[in-house]
């Protein structure tokens, strides 16, 4: 069975840094691309960054460039995402998810229960 | 960037009602479409993918439809589970772009 747990979500302050994590198990995750998505609260969903395979290959949405870093072990099966000069606007649920490039089609196929991050002085 | 535009934002309708939704995009995008659903307090889930494929164990009263920038996603009947806030996203050179959302309302 496909999981996915991510933890690491907390209150931080405007300026400051957090590292959230997502642990991955019941899939080889070294196969797979990963991605980060995130929904501010009672707004919708947003896709934040992607990563490939092997870790040589990360994408970011416009808000996020030179302040989030996505990253992964493969040896631990976890994915990471560095937030640094965090803003109120970054304040979010994060939800790590699968991302399954197949030949023609790309879908988000699993994703976890998510870890809120809290931007507020 | 690719903008979608998801409608309506909301959608109230009776058990056994036949519910619509469009999403739009702001350049042609083909097939690079998918349908989630998300229920309060939960994940999203995917339900369709590439448009119109119905993703394994989602209940066939579900579908989509569409190409190029016009999309469109059905509930056949609807049923007092499918409560939900349901998603386009479009996916797109290594980026992707969700739809604002349609919350789904028993009438």
């Known amino acids: 069975e496909v999981q996915l747990v991510e933890s690491g979500g907390g209150l931080v302050q405007p300026g400051g840094s957090l590292r959230v994590s997502c642990a991955a198990s019941?899939?080889?995750?070294?196969?797979?691309?990963m991605t980060w998505v995130r929904q501010a609260p009672g707004k919708g969903l947003e896709w934040v960054a992607n990563?490939?395979?092997?870790?040589?290959?990360?994408y970011y949405v416009d808000s996020v460039k030179g302040r989030f870093s996505i990253s992964r072990d493969n040896a631990q099966n976890s994915l990471y995402l560095q937030m640094n000069s965090l803003r109120a606007e970054d304040t979010a649920v994060y939800y790590c998810?699968?991302?399954?490039?197949?030949?023609?089609?790309?879908?988000?196929?699993?994703w976890g229960q998510g870890t809120l991050v809290t931007v507020s002085s | 960037d690719i903008q979608m535009t998801q409608s309506p934002s909301s959608l109230s309708a009776s058990v056994g009602d036949r519910v619509t939704i469009t999403c739009q995009a702001s350049?042609?995008?083909?097939?690079?479409l998918n349908w989630y659903q998300q229920k309060p307090g939960k994940a999203p889930k995917l339900l369709i993918y590439?448009?119109?494929n119905l993703e394994t164990g989602v209940p066939s009263r579900f579908s989509g439809s569409g190409s190029g920038t016009d999309f469109t996603f059905t509930i056949s009947s609807l049923q007092p589970e499918d409560i939900a806030t349901y998603y386009c996203?479009?996916?797109?050179?290594?980026?992707?772009?969700f739809g604002q959302g349609t919350k789904l309302e028993i009438k």
């Open positions: 990563i490939k395979e092997d870790g040589s290959e990360k």
């Open positions: 350049q042609d995008i083909t097939n690079y």
């Open positions: 590439d448009a119109s």
């Open positions: 996203q479009q996916y797109d050179n290594l980026s992707s772009t």
């Open positions: 019941g899939f080889t995750f070294s196969n797979y691309w």
């Open positions: 998810a699968r991302y399954a490039r197949l030949l023609w089609y790309e879908v988000f196929d699993y």
